[in-house]
């Protein structure tokens, strides 16, 4: 099997980096804050309601805006090049 196919199992480390900040905004999470009407708006209700009227810090509601407003942080991208990276290697030294 050709490397071509590798690709298409395991997505090169920049897809993956650029995906997860543009699946995070058509969530609803913009630069200028929760969309009206969103996924991320409902989310942030139901999560407002749980917490008596705030969001948590550190919640997956302000993890993902945080994502949505400033892009992954330089250590998660460090951290999931070099994962996907070694999976790569993994999947091509069993296919090769």
Known sequence: MGPGIICVGVPPAG?????????VSVLGFKA?????????ATMMS??????????AAG??????QSIGAAGLP???QV???????????????KWF
């Open 15 to 23: 897809m993956v980096l650029f995906s997860i900040p543009a699946t």
């Open 32 to 40: 200028g804050g929760i969309a009206a009407g969103s996924v991320a």
């Open 46 to 55: 139901v999560a407002a309601k749980a917490n008596n009227g705030g969001v």
């Open 59 to 64: 919640s997956t509601v302000a993890v993902l």
């Open 74 to 76: 330089g250590g998660a």
């Open 79 to 93: 951290g999931l090049s070099s994962a996907l990276g070694t999976l790569g290697g993994i999947v091509g030294a």
